[in-house]
């Protein structure tokens, strides 16, 4: 699959507008683009993880992680900038990240290993650490 890179920004885009109507429909939860609603995806991923009876779930589980995924990275490239790149470097594992001049980051995975019952892992603190790497100030 051949993906340019501003129908790969669109797609993120979208996706993280449907993790905003997602968590409020499913949830009863605001997410706003703002730093404090990162936690509240956290928030939304643990209930959702709650949901998914068994890993069989592939293509539910691949959907909710990638559209947190895109939230999370959204709210980090609106304020600092960054653009989503799709790698193929693993020809049987494609991955998407958001790349910030040299350093890459990976949202979606972020997302997936909290959805898949790893509530240690947090988006939230993922996207402080981002910030921390590329040496930016929470907004």
């Known amino acids: 699959m051949t993906i340019s890179g501003q129908e790969l ?25 703002s730093d404090v609603s990162v936690a509240l995806a956290d928030e939304a ?4 993880s709650a949901r998914i009876k068994s890993a069989s779930e592939e293509q ?28 193929t470097s693993i020809a049987d594992a494609p991955a998407v990240y958001l790349q910030f001049n040299e350093l890459t980051f990976a949202f979606t995975g972020v ?11 947090s988006l939230a603190k993922y996207l402080e650490a981002a910030r921390k790497q590329a040496g930016l100030a929470a907004h």
């Open 60 to 87: 539910t589980i691949f959907t909710i992680s990638t559209i947190f995924g895109a939230y999370v990275g959204e709210v980090f490239r609106r304020q600092h900038g960054g653009e989503w790149i799709y790698d």
């Open 45 to 48: 991923l643990s209930k959702a």
């Open 9 to 33: 920004a669109d797609l993120m885009q979208a996706s993280a507008q449907d993790a905003v109507v997602f968590a409020r429909n499913e949830f009863d939860i605001e997410l706003d683009g």
């Open 111 to 121: 997302a997936y290993q909290r959805l898949m019952h790893e509530p240690h892992v």
